[in-house]
């Protein structure tokens, strides 16, 4: 990928853009008339994607119609760790109704988180071939449903079957959020408005617990799945009012008249390739392509043990160590979400920032460059984790005095993890654009089956190796298969981009 820096006019300089594997074929001709309008809608040709001259093109929309639409996708993929986490304050009162181990309650939730990884495969084909929109009211219809059912389980069975139908309708848009990201956006704002997807899965976590426990401690447990079940009808009558659709096809081959509405409530099929068996294991060989695998991998690793470590282990350490109840326990993740909303706030519009930044000084632009944002986040993780498992031991030992200096350390690992997600799932998009729904569904599932998997061996690590040993060894894993691999891709980026300048070369692959 290389980087051209366009003018408009003599002196004004605009802003650089990522250009993918050629400079002309995304500066193809345009004809008179859609430069015109380009230049009357943006006040810039140097856009990239270009979008066409229609304005049902989602990339010509108008912003405020832009927001309502990632609102409503970041909302509704952070309702799904929402709900996972949100019986997180209620493994106790569970394991009394259903006559189960609160281990074992505590399953309705592993199972949520590995049902959530797995069937955006399902869902991402169908989304490319008949839209954005239908699977979106499928997907909350269906998560309405699953969730009143949950509200009338009485055995510990058939709430598992509703967790399980929760998280396979719910889990469109953790598969293809990211693409519709790249549907709306532009590269030089799409590192900010990636990140209020990626903010809102993170945020669902700790905003579980902390919002459920006082349901379970005030209405009961039953009105957890209740308030789930609200929520979801209201997103679905939201989509029904809000959502426009956002797959487009701009290519020549596929021309639209100008001001041609589309119907949003006749659906029928957008792309006419045939769905095949491959089609929905497709993201899958992205496994060869290492500006994928890498960051997915530091992600899924920052992710697990900076956020759903603390996140899963929290109500035990704080229930055993200070007796604290559903709602107590909840108040405690009010330290996660600080930091993870600190994170997002600094790590999308400086990511973007320092992109601009850095291509005006240097005259290239290239998606390594985000990677500079990264290391902020890995040493503000490391910081976190040690702190909230030394301050942790040191309770233990302290006959169990109550101090919020371990919180500090979980906001830390969180407004880290929140910088890492943000950078390497951008990173990760920007290199393969033209698959950014199949590289935010594999970024997805190595995230969540890390993150299913964390809970089986976290109990035992931290009885083993005591609260400081164990953040230790997790800082460990973060360092070995992610910094260090990251870093080797950065090292390589930056040394192939100085290889082509110096042969002349204008293309980068």
Known sequence: MDIKINQI????????????????????????????????????????????????????????????????????????????????????????????????????VAVQILFLGVFPFFWNPLSNRFGRRPIFLISTLGSL?????????????????????????????????????????????????????????????????????????????????????????????AYLIFNAETLYDRSESSPRPQNQKRNRFRFHRLDPTPLTLGSFFAPLNLITKVKVVIPAVAFALVFCYANTAITVELPKFYGELFHFNAQQVGLQYISVIIGAAIGEQLSGPMSDWFVNRYTRRVGHSHPVHRLWIGYIGFITVFIGIIVWGIELEKIEKRKRQYTVVPLVGAAFSNFGSQVITTTMTTFAVDNYRERSGDVGLFVNVIRQIWAFLGPFYFPGMYDTLGFAGASGALCAL????????????????????????????????
């Open 9 to 108: 006019a003599p002196g004004k300089e605009v802003q650089a853009t990522y250009v993918e594997n050629s400079i002309s074929e995304s500066r193809r001709p345009i004809s008179p008339e859609h430069e015109r309008y380009l230049l009357e809608r943006h006040g810039t040709l140097a856009l990239d994607p270009l979008p066409s001259a229609d304005p049902e093109d989602p990339l010509n929309w108008p912003s405020w119609k832009k927001e309502i639409q990632i609102f409503l996708v970041a909302f509704h993929a952070g309702m799904n760790t929402f709900t996972a986490a949100g019986i997180i304050s209620a493994f106790a009162p569970l394991a009394t109704k259903y006559g189960v181990s609160i281990d074992e309650s505590a399953y309705l």
């Open 478 to 509: 973060i360092f070995v298969f992610g910094v260090i691999p990251i870093a080797v891709i950065h090292y390589q980026g930056r040394e192939k981009k100085t290889k082509t300048e110096t042969t002349g070369d204008s293309n980068l692959a």
């Open 145 to 237: 449903a699953s969730n009143t059912g949950g509200f009338f389980c009485k055995s510990y069975g058939t709430q598992m079957l509703s967790r399980i139908l929760v998280s396979i309708f719910g889990c469109p848009p953790l598969g293809f959020g990211s693409a519709v990201v790249t549907e709306l956006f532009f590269t030089h704002e799409r590192a900010q408005k990636m990140g209020w997807w990626t903010l809102l899965i993170t945020l669902g976590i700790p905003g579980g617990p902390l919002i459920m426990g006082f349901v379970v401690q005030h209405l009961g447990i039953d009105w957890v799945f209740g308030i789930f079940a609200i929520a979801n009808a209201i997103q679905f009558l």
